[in-house]
């Protein structure tokens, strides 16, 4: 089993930064992807950044490319989410999600763990 616990959310004006972490515990070795998802109310939950643990390949929503940051500190088994450029539209309960084995991305069902989540709120 591998526990996931995010933090970092908050209140920020749109224009400002924040960053997200999710720090693993349990069996992290068997992590082979961690991403951020998050979801709004009233909408579905859908995928914003990747990081591999091989290769530290990353892959990100096109909603996010060039403002949002994902990384690891592996020797911490945590993963981070830097949001720059911060949009009211942002405004979501941001998860963090890790899985063993091959993952479609995008797809939260592929995913086996879950973080409880972090609510991140952009005033405009």
């Known amino acids: 089993q591998v526990q996931l616990v995010e933090s970092g959310g908050g209140l920020v004006q749109a224009g400002g930064s924040l960053r997200l972490s999710c720090a693993a515990s349990g069996r992290t070795f068997r992590i082979s992807t961690t991403a951020w998802f998050r979801q709004a109310p009233g909408r579905e939950r859908e995928f914003v950044a990747a990081i591999r643990s091989s290769g530290g390949s990353t892959n990100y929503a096109d909603s996010v490319k060039g403002r949002f940051t994902i990384s690891r500190d592996s020797a911490n088994n945590t993963v981070y989410l830097q949001m720059n450029s911060l949009k009211p539209e942002d405004t979501a309960n941001y998860y963090c999600?890790?899985?063993?084995?091959?993952?479609?991305?995008?797809?939260?069902?592929?995913?086996?763990?879950w973080g409880q989540g972090t609510q991140v709120t952009v005033s405009s």
């Open positions: 999600a890790s899985d063993p084995g091959s993952v479609r991305l995008a797809i939260p069902r592929d995913y086996n763990y």
